[in-house]
C-alpha cells in the first residue's frame, strides 16, 4: 500500500488549510472526511479580514459581506454602534464555500480527499500511522494531523491538547431575508444571554443568528431569548430551524503535538473562549501544522515542537486573556456592558479584536496600565 506523507482526519476549516499548506509544498497528503457532500456547519461565518495573508489565493468568492457598522445593545436596548475603520475590515463567509474552496485549491495542488472516510481507529505501527475507516478502508501516512473539530475522542487518546476540555453551549438558526439588520452590519446581544451573548451576522439573503453560553452551566432558555431577539431583528420569533452544538473552547496551553501527530482548529480547543472565534485559529494552526511537518518531512526538524511553541506565542498567549476576561465579563456582564462597550475608545478596540490587529494581551496591558495610572 501506498505510504502518504501525511493523512489529515477531518475537511474542516483546519483540515482544509493543512491540506493547501502540505500539497503546495509538494508533500504527499490525503483529506478524511466523513461526509460525502459538505453538510452547512453551525458557523456564523465571521472572520478578520487578515486571514487573507494565509493564503496565497483570493478569498474574495468566499466573502457575503464587508461588515462596516457593529451594534451592540443590552437587553435589547442601550444600543452602542461602532463604526469599524477601513483599515480593520470584518468579514462575513459563507462557511460551507470557504471549506470548499480552500479544499479546491489543496487538489489543484495535488492533495488527495477521501470521503465518506469515517475515522474509526487510528493506530501507531512501528513508524508508520495506519487510519482506518467504519466501513474498513484503511489509509497509511507517515505523519497525522486530527482535524476532526470539537467532538474529537483522539486528542484525548494520545494525550494532546487541554487535560480538561471546556466547551461554549450553542444554538444557531439560519433565517431567510436580512430582516431589519442593515447590509454590512452584524448585531452582538448581551444582557439577555446567562453567562454568554447572541450574535446576528448577515448574509447576502440570510441572517445566522446564535446564542452562546461560555461559562457555567447553560440555563435552558434559548427559546425564551429567540423569541425576544428574532421579532427584535425583524423575524418571527418562531421562524428558523435551532441547531444545537457544543463547541470546544480554549482551556489553558496545552502540548498540541506528539511523535508524528498533530491537533489543529477545535480538536485543539483554540477556539476562542470570549467571543467563539474559531475560523481565525483553525485556518492559522492548519498552516502552522503544515509548516512544521514540511520541516520534518524534509529532514531539517527532529520533532513538532516548534508547533506547540508557535501556536501558543501567536495564538495561546491571547486567548490567555481572553479566558480570563471571558470568566469576568460574562460573570458580571452589565458591569463588563458598561465599563468595557460603552467606553468611547471601544468601538476601535473592538475593531482591532474583530480584525485580528489587536491580541486580548494587548487590551489587558492597556487595562491593567489604565488602573495603575488610575485614568
Ligand atoms: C453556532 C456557532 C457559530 C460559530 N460562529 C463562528 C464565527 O462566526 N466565526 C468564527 O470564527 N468561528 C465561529 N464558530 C467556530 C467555528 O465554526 C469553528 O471554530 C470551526 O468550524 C473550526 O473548524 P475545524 O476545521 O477545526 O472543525 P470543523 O469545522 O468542525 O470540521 C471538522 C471536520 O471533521 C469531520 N469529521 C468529524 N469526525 C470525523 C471522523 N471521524 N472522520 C472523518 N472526518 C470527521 C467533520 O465532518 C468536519 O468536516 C462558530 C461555532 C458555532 C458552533
Known sequence: MNIKDVAIIGGGASG????????????????????EESIPK???????????????????????????TVEFSWCLSDHVVAELPGSS?????????????????AINKGAEILKPFNVSSIKKQYDNWIISSE????????????ADGSQSPWPRHFGIGPKHLHYASTTSVKLEGRGLLKEGTSRFEFGLVHH?????????????????????KSKDNTERILEQLLPNLGFKASEGIRKKS????????????????????????????????GLRPALMSGKEAAKCLNLLLEGKANNLNSYTNTMKLKWGDSMAWGRRISQVFYRFPKIGYQL????PTAP?????????????ADIAQRVIKRLILKK
Open 246 to 277: 457544543s463547541l470546544r473552547v480554549w482551556n489553558g496551553h496545552s502540548n498540541l503535538h506528539n511523535d508524528g501527530i498533530l491537533v489543529v482548529g477545535d480538536a485543539a480547543s483554540l477556539c476562542d473562549p470570549f467571543l467563539a472565534e
Open 196 to 216: 454568554g451573548f447572541a450574535w446576528a451576522f448577515p448574509l447576502k439573503n440570510n441572517v445566522n443568528i446564535g446564542v452562546g453560553t461560555f461559562i457555567g
Open 348 to 360: 476601535e478596540r473592538i475593531a482591532q479584536i474583530l480584525s485580528g490587529e489587536m491580541s486580548y
Open 16 to 35: 482544509a488549510s493543512a491540506a493547501f499548506h502540505l500539497a503546495n509544498s509538494n508533500k504527499d497528503v490525503i483529506l478524511l472526511e466523513k461526509n
Open 340 to 343: 468595557g462597550i460603552k467606553r
Open 89 to 105: 475590515p470584518f468579514w462575513i463567509v459563507n462557511r460551507t464555500k470557504l471549506d470548499s474552496f480552500i479544499i479546491e485549491n
Open 135 to 146: 466501513s474498513g478502508q484503511r489509509v497509511i501516512a507517515k505523519a497525522i494531523i486530527i
Open 42 to 68: 453551525s458557523c456564523g461565518g465571521g472572520m478578520a479580514a487578515s486571514v487573507q495573508d494565509l493564503f496565497p489565493f483570493n478569498l474574495n468568492q468566499t466573502i457575503e459581506q464587508v461588515i462596516k
